[in-house]
């Protein structure tokens, strides 16, 4: 493990003592993307944004912690791309189209509900993206944000740059528990994006760091990660 990699983990475990001894995520939230108290709350706030009643399209992660999110998309007529937990297919993202759902948005926006009723779609059939939902551990004032070291938000990102749908017009936000905003430096990578906004039940922060990569860092993957993931693994041959 790098000395940023143990960086980046000494924050998470913080933040997830933290909220765990205070009581703001459900018990075994540790080692997760945790659903925070107030995640309806934090929903209603980014909707009452310029910029998400300007969205068209919507891309978001899987994790419960954004669900109130994606219900809220749903619900406003937005057009949502949801990520395939794991990204384990070629069409590694869930179409999700308010105006053909045969499900209520709470059941849509599952993943259960999504698996049932979405149209997997391949990168390159996407739209571009207005708003990017990316689940976090931890973020800081300036943008930069920890997932739980997985590197699914960093892949996903990644790969709509390189596609041209999410451009220098895509806003990123960070929906999440105040407690989550941290105040200490967070070490940042080549294929570390940060975000333009961050937004708890109390407040809405405008980050003023942008970093995004380029496209896929294929120094910073490993062979297992490659193999594991086929939307790469087509692009790696």
């Known amino acids: 493990m790098s000395n940023i990699d143990q960086a980046k983990e000494a924050v998470r475990d913080q933040v997830w003592r933290l909220l765990e001894h205070e009581g703001a995520v459900p018990e075994g939230s540790y080692g997760k993307i ?23 399209t919507v891309k ?4 419960w912690a954004q669900l109130p999110v994606r219900i809220r998309a749903l619900k406003d007529g937005k057009l949502l791309y949801m990520a395939v937990p794991r990204m384990a297919s070629l069409q590694p993202f869930f179409l999700l189209d308010p105006a053909t759902l045969e499900l209520p948005a709470e059941q849509a926006a599952e993943k259960e509900g999504a698996a049932q009723v979405a149209r997997r779609v391949s990168v390159e059939d996407m739209r ?22 997985a590197g699914y938000s960093d892949l996903e990102v990644a790969l709509l740059i390189e596609a041209g749908f999410v451009t220098d017009e895509t806003v990123i936000v960070a ?8 105040e200490d430096d967070i070490p940042e990578t080549e294929h570390d994006f940060s975000v333009d906004l961050i937004v708890t039940p109390d407040e ?33 041959l």
């Open 128 to 149: 571009p993206i207005d708003v990017v939902i990316c689940g976090s551990v931890a973020v800081n004032r300036s943008g930069a944000r920890i997932g739980k070291g």
């Open 60 to 63: 978001a992660n899987p994790d």
């Open 204 to 236: 809405v922060i405008q980050c003023p760091n942008r970093r995004r990569p380029r496209g896929l860092v294929w120094s910073d993957l490993t062979t297992e990660k490659i193999e594991a993931i086929p939307a790469l693994k087509a692009r790696f």
């Open 34 to 56: 945790p659903g925070f108290n107030g995640a309806e709350a934090t929903a209603k706030r980014l909707a009452e944004l310029d910029v998400w009643n300007q969205a068209r």
């Open 175 to 182: 929906p999440v528990h105040q407690l989550q905003v941290v």
